[in-house]
């Protein structure tokens, strides 16, 4: 009976340490990198760059891109301090956001003024040369451009000349229609 003890305690050290084998092996899909560290290089993924790029079609000319490539757009009711598209505008008009501590940054292409201002929601939005910026839920893909001219809402151009040039005149009136095409 002596003699079974110490194979019984081999046997629970062998069983525990097959167990925490099985465990320790596993790494995030960034590898061995914590969670919270982004793609983009050793930057907590909520302090990575949003990076604004540009694309380029025969009918729209050159504007600007959100990071998954879709058109952005500005408003003519916007200043630089405040977006008047909120509630059901916002969800029809999405605001291009950066969480807190991240900066948008500017790709080839894009040679404004990018930075944020804070929405009435408190989200941080992304401005280019002063205008915040906007996806449209119109668009089905990247390089759609169907929201140019829709409700005082333009395509953002990359030229550096002011976004939203070419836009209908401004409207200081937040933007709450039901009707995401009646603005």
């Not at 050290?13 to 596993?26: D, E």
């Amino acid at each position: 009976m002596a003699r079974r003890r110490p194979l019984v305690a081999l046997a629970l050290v062998l069983g525990l340490a097959t167990t925490g084998c099985s465990s320790a092996g596993s790494t995030s899909a960034l590898g061995s990198a914590p969670a919270t560290t982004s793609a983009l290089g050793s930057a907590p993924a909520s302090q990575a760059p949003v990076v604004v790029g540009t694309a380029t079609t025969p009918s729209a000319g050159t504007f600007l891109t959100a990071p998954n490539g879709m058109t952005l757009y500005v408003h003519a009711g916007d200043t630089a301090t405040t977006s008047t598209c909120t509630g059901t505008c916002a969800t029809s008009w999405p605001p291009l956001t950066v969480a807190a501590g991240a900066l948008p940054a500017a790709g080839t292409g894009a040679a404004g003024t990018l930075g944020t201002l804070t929405r009435a929601d408190g989200a941080r939005q992304v401005t280019y040369n002063g205008q915040p910026l906007y996806l449209w839920q119109g668009d089905a893909k990247a390089g759609d451009a169907t929201g140019d001219g829709v409700n005082g809402f333009a395509l953002a151009r990359a030229t550096g000349a002011p976004a939203g040039a070419g836009a209908p005149a401004r409207s200081s009136a937040p933007v709450t229609s039901e009707d995401p095409y009646s603005y």
